[in-house]
Nanobody, 127 residues
Framework: QMQLVESGGGLVQPGGSLRLSCAASGFTLRYYTVGWFRQAPGKQREGVSC????????NYADSAKGRFTISRDNAGNTVYLQMNSLKPEDTAVYYCAAFKVEVPAMCTMNIYTYDYWGQGAQVTVSS
């Protein structure tokens, strides 16, 4: 079965850092564009970042630019989201998702483009 599993979430103080991991099993992640999304209570799910299958293209939400960095380790079948300078408004459940593409530089934060989703990881930023 195809599965994505997020890890690395937790409680962190404002200004702190956290690194989320998205590990794939049952399929080879290097053939897929991967995105990170988040959903806070009472709000719609929103795109945070995405990365193309060869890492040649990345995209970030305005709220994440300069603070978050997406990367991938295709050999390890894992995608990461490094989050620095965290703010209380970053509190949400974070999801990774993937879709298979043929072109090497495809990256989108359109939620409806993604086929496979993880279960989510809670990130709480609070003092």
């Amino acid at each position: 079965q195809m599965q994505l599993v997020e890890s690395g979430g937790g409680l962190v103080q404002p200004g702190g850092s956290l690194r989320l991991s998205c590990a794939a099993s049952g399929f080879t992640l290097r053939y897929y564009t991967v995105g990170w999304f988040r959903q806070a209570p009472g709000k719609q799910r929103e795109g945070v970042s995405c990365i193309s299958k060869t890492a040649g293209m990345t995209n970030y939400a305005d709220s994440a630019k300069g603070r978050f960095t997406i990367s991938r380790d295709n050999a390890g079948n894992t995608v990461y989201l490094q989050m620095n300078s965290l703010k209380p408004e970053d509190t949400a459940v974070y999801y990774c998702a993937a879709f298979k593409v043929e072109v090497p530089a495809m990256c989108t934060m359109n939620i409806y483009t993604y086929d496979y989703w993880g279960q989510g990881a809670q990130v709480t930023v609070s003092s």
